[in-house]
């Protein structure tokens, strides 16, 4: 299935099984994706489901309002009632219209412009402080240490909890998380349902501690829901606590990997690296690139509500499964101009790596600007950062990061 250069051949695109990925996928999946895209980009999964991986079809099924991401009956399936179901069933992500809209309408209020001019100030106090923390140490663990440290901190301010509880939630987060991959063990989707549920127990005591004082609904998005709730707004205590859950895990852990992932880029581009330190007014155009080139959620869900037709040439029947691939889709050359390449300066960008649609993420300003400063700051503040091993990938079919990459800056 690998030619005599090295190459994927479209044998290796129809033996492609999602559910049990070849060991070089991790550290390199855009092969896989290009070997797809050529050959097989309608590729029939071993449970029925189809991937794709073309920028034009994952287009046609994404933007149409009429497919649907209720995934109530392969998400009982695959974790058994409790806590797990629960939340992969309750959250905005996983609802249809109206119950999308209407959740994600009582939580839009925080993400305002004033808001989040609040939080830049915020923002860029705290990367301050990490480089301080930085030039003190000189050789750290970048994932860890670094990039793990600034977004956490930002989504407690922002849920309005304790950032000394960053490791915990982080840690309950990810077991939260994990069992949307494709083929996990059922030690996997227990530790789901204990960490929804221990989740829950500690969101409810910060909401206990909420209903004691007079609420500000701009202070974080536990008075917002909770001052929403009470003015009669149209959503119960649970959903309020997946909620958070849900942003907490879509706050923090996409723009950590796309930190991370992205210095690995750059430090692999030396002129990107250089463009960014020196004009950071690209800030927010140069973001979005390195977004679109790590694409930190890989996959998605949706299922088709009727016949699709495909720019392909396949027409997918009613009720099938599609599994997303925004990733291949971001390096589509079709699409993108030396796609697998940054450009720092890219636009117009119209990556995936945010979603579609009515689902478009709602903390996507706050995810540029965050990566936006903090890039140029470090590299004004640090000319030499050099990785002192090699980096190590997680082994996350869905959520692409990096579990370590340990630097030495000068």
């Keep these: 299935m690998i030619n005599a250069t090295g190459a994927k051949t479209a044998e290796a695109a129809k033996a492609f099984n999602l559910f049990d990925l070849p060991e070089d996928y991790y550290a390199a999946p855009y092969d896989w994706f290009a070997t797809l895209r050529a050959y097989d980009p ?38 058994g009632p409790g806590p797990l179901l629960e939340h992969h ?14 959740l994600r309408m009582m939580v839009n209020p925080f993400f305002s412009r004033r808001n989040l001019k609040v939080l830049e100030a915020f923002v860029s106090d705290l990367i301050d402080q990490m480089i301080a923390e930085a030039r003190e140490r ?16 930002v989504i407690c301010r922002i849920l309005g909890v304790p950032k000394s509880d960053r490791a915990r939630l982080h840690a309950l987060g990810m077991k939260v998380i994990f069992p949307l991959n494709p083929n996990v063990s059922d030690d996997v989707v227990a530790d789901g349902h204990a960490a929804v549920a221990e989740f829950k127990e500690y969101l409810r005591f910060h909401l206990r501690e909420r209903e004691k004082r007079d609420l500000d609904p701009d202070t974080d998005i536990l008075s917002t829901l909770l001052a ?3 003015g009669g707004g149209e959503i119960s205590e ?4 997946h909620m958070c ?16 992932v992205g210095l690995n880029a750059l430090l692999e581009d030396r002129d990107s690296l250089v463009d960014f330190r020196d004009n950071p007014d690209i800030g927010n155009t140069a ?21 699709v037709e495909l720019p392909s040439g396949e027409t997918l029947p009613a009720e099938t499964e599609v599994i997303l691939c925004p990733a291949s889709a971001n390096r589509d050359e079709s699409k993108f101009e030396g796609a697998n390449s940054l450009n720092l300066r890219r636009t117009p ?17 706050l995810a540029k600007m965050q990566i936006g400063e903090m890039f140029p700051k470090l590299f004004t503040a640090f000319p030499e950062i050099e990785k002192t091993a090699e980096p190590e990938f997680n082994r996350n079919a869905r959520f692409r990061g990096l579990q370590r990459m340990p630097v030495r800056v000068r």
């Design 42 to 79: 309608v590729h029939r999964n071993a449970d029925g489901t189809v991937l794709l991986t073309r920028y034009e079809d994952v287009h046609v099924v994404w933007w149409d309002i009429e497919n649907s991401v209720d995934k109530s009956e392969m998400f009982s399936e695959k974790f």
């Design 89 to 102: 069933t309750h959250t905005m992500l996983f609802r249809d219209p109206p119950d999308h809209d209407r």
């Design 138 to 153: 000189e050789t750290f663990d970048f994932v860890k240490d670094f990039a793990f440290q600034i977004p956490m901190t």
């Design 228 to 230: 929403a709730k009470q």
């Design 238 to 241: 649970d959903e309020i606590l």
């Design 245 to 260: 859950i849900v942003l907490l895990n879509g706050g923090h852990e996409t723009t950590t990997n796309t930190m991370s």
């Design 287 to 307: 973001a979005d690139e390195l977004i679109r080139f790590i694409t930190p959620i890989q996959l998605q869900g949706r299922r088709t509500s009727k016949p």
């Design 349 to 365: 960008n119209r990556h995936f790596s945010f979603g579609a649609g009515v689902h478009l993420c709602i903390g996507r300003l």
